[in-house]
């Protein structure tokens, strides 16, 4: 099954001074922001920027991968050991899952709806 690094998200203090930082000083295209949510035009793999949280602490980055069978990849990560969480939520047309990769560090799985 294909792997796609999709997202880099960077868990911020202060969304719109880093929306200013990487689009202003940094140069990159800003494709959108909502006040949640902002995202950089930077090729097939974006930088997202999403606002600090006890589960994200400021100065944090988790990839974001996507695959075509969200169900199938779980089922495959679950049978090698790895805790899978709790159950995808829908999220921007997508669903949205989360598993801890070495030494704790958060990754965002996602895939499409329609698949379920």
Known sequence: MTVELKYIIANVSDLAAAVAFWRDTVGLKLKFETPEWAEFETG??????????????????????????????????????????RA????HGFLLSRFTGPDGAPVSLSGPVAKR
């Open 44 to 85: 097939p793999t974006r930088l997202a920027l999403q606002p600090a949280s006890a589960e994200n602490p400021a100065g944090t980055w988790q990839p974001g991968l996507r695959v075509p069978d969200l169900d199938a990849k779980r089922a495959e990560l679950t049978a090698r050991g790895v805790n899978v969480g």
């Open 88 to 91: 995808p939520h829908e999220e």
